[in-house]
C-alpha cells in the first residue's frame, strides 16, 4: 500500500529532524554552557580562586584614583593628571576584554607619565610608592592571569568551537567565540 509508505517516510523523516533539532540543543547548551564557564574565569580566576582579572582591574582603577589625588596636591601635574582620569574612564566604560585590555595599557601609559612627572618635580611620599606599587602588582597579575584565560578561550574557540558537531551544525545564532583578553 503506497499510503502506508508515504506515512512510514514521513515518520523517519519526522523522526530525522527531531534527532537534529534535539542533539543541535543539546550541543548549543553544552557549548554554552563551558563557554559561560571560561567567562566566570574573568571575575572568578582560572583556578577558581574567586579572584580575577575583572578585580584586579578594579583594583588599578582604585590606585590610579588614589594617585590621582595625592598629585593633586602638588601643582604643574594637571595634564598628566587629567590623562590619567581619561584612562580610568576609558577601562571603565569598557565593553568586551579586547577593549578592557587596550584600556588598560592606556592607563599604564598614563599612571607611568604621571610617576614620572612627579619624580621629576621632585615630589615623594611613602603613600604614593606604596599604591603605585599595588597598581604595579596588579599590573603583573593580570599579565599571569591573562595568559591562563586567553589558553582557556583559545582552546575553547579552536577545540570545542571547531570540533565535530558543534562544527558541522554551525547555524545562524550559533555559540559566539570567546574573546581573549588581548
Known amino acids: 500500500d503506497m499510503n502506508l509508505f508515504g506515512n512510514r517516510l514521513f515518520a523517519l523523516a519526522m523522526a530525522l529532524v527531531l534527532v537534529a533539532s534535539g542533539t543541535l540543543f543539546g550541543v548549543h547548551r553544552s557549548t554554552d554552557a563551558v563557554g559561560e564557564k571560561i567567562e566566570t574565569m574573568f571575575y572568578e580566576g582560572v583556578d577558581g580562586s574567586g579572584y580575577g582579572i575583572a578585580g584586579d582591574l578594579t583594583d588599578r582603577l582604585d590606585y590610579s584614583q588614589y594617585l590621582c589625588k595625592i598629585a593633586g596636591g602638588f601643582s604643574g ?3 598628566q593628571i ?3 582620569q581619561d584612562a580610568r574612564l576609558d577601562l571603565d566604560t569598557a ?7 587596550t584600556a588598560n595599557e592606556a592607563l599604564t601609559d598614563a599612571v607611568y607619565a604621571l610617576d614620572a612627572a612627579m619624580t621629576q618635580a621632585g615630589y ?5 610608592e606604596r599604591y603605585l606599587n599595588n597598581f604595579d602588582s596588579d599590573g603583573m597579575t593580570i599579565t599571569h592571569e591573562a595568559e591562563k584565560f586567553n589558553a582557556q578561550v583559545r582552546d575553547y574557540n579552536s577545540g ?3 570540533g565535530f558537531p558543534v562544527n558541522v551544525l ?3 545564532a550559533a555559540v559566539e567565540e570567546l ?3 588581548a
Do not use: N
Request: aromatic share 12%.
Open 82 to 84: 587629567e590623562a590619567v
Open 95 to 101: 565593553s568586551g576584554h579586547h577593549e578592557q585590555f
Open 124 to 128: 615623594a611620599s611613602e603613600e604614593w
Open 77 to 79: 601635574l594637571e595634564e
Open 160 to 162: 570545542i568551537l571547531g
Open 170 to 172: 554551525r547555524v545562524p
Open 179 to 181: 574573546e581573549e583578553f
